[in-house]
């Protein structure tokens, strides 16, 4: 049972347009949630964070919201440029004593069109 | 440079052979994870270990045996693998205790096991 689910396989975006990314959560003991960006070849790369205490964290043109009571959380990168093209994992956490455990999603692919 | 390294980048191996997979961190974390992407699926946490301690092993097969000799070096020993265990295999490491639980990502080892 997926406890992480990215339902949109894929995402195309014009260049300078706003790209939502949308990631939908099961558990209620995550606490913590993050996106990371993928580039063929290459491992995942940490992108941006919230905390379950917060709903709307921004960085430059990305923004995360989360939406507790909805158990969602979105992505938002405005403008899209064509090097946002990639594949975006949502991933979230839940406290635990020692090692952070990440659950993850199973991707959104975005394609930046010119 | 996430400051990760893995290595060989790729392998092929029969399922009879052993062999094993490296990964290094260079960001003085002290939590190190191995995990497992296989086609369309989201990314499955295989081993965890936090102060050169396995903390968790998510019931992976004994024919994957990870070893840790410190907090900076992770291997993945390989033996008589099936075809099925063809997937690109991530190494991560994160600081514990964090409250952020950003684990930052090697670039993976594609492996095929024909």
């Known amino acids: 049972d997926q406890q992480v689910k990215q339902n949109s396989p894929s995402l195309s975006v014009q260049e300078g347009r706003i790209s939502i990314l949308n990631c939908d959560y099961t558990n209620s003991m995550f606490d913590y949630f993050l996106w990371y960006k993928k580039y063929p070849a290459e491992g995942p790369t940490f992108l941006i964070s919230?905390?379950?205490?917060?709903d709307k964290n921004e960085d430059g043109r990305f923004t995360v919201f989360l939406n507790k009571s909805a158990k969602h959380l979105s992505l938002h990168i405005v403008p899209s440029q064509p090097g946002d093209s990639a594949v975006y994992f949502c991933?979230?956490?839940?406290?635990?004593?020692?090692?952070?455990?990440?659950?993850f999603g199973t991707g959104t692919r975005l394609q930046v069109t010119l | 440079e996430t400051g990760v390294t893995q290595t060989p980048r790729h392998l092929v191996m029969g399922m009879t052979n052993k062999k094993s997979l490296k990964c290094e961190q260079h960001l003085g974390h002290n939590a190190m994870y191995w995990y497992k992407q296989s086609a369309k699926k989201p990314l499955e946490l295989m081993f965890v270990y936090s102060l050169e301690e396995r903390v968790e092993n998510n019931s992976v097969p004994s024919r994957f045996s990870p070893e840790c000799p410190n907090s900076s070096h992770l291997f993945l020993h390989l033996h008589t693998l099936q075809p099925e265990d063809s997937a690109l295999y991530l190494c991560a490491s994160s600081q514990v205790p964090g409250g952020t639980y950003e684990q930052y990502f090697g670039p993976g080892t594609r492996l095929t096991v024909t």
């Open positions: 991933a979230a956490s839940a406290k635990t004593g020692t090692a952070s455990k990440l659950t």
């Open positions: 919230i905390s379950s205490i917060k």
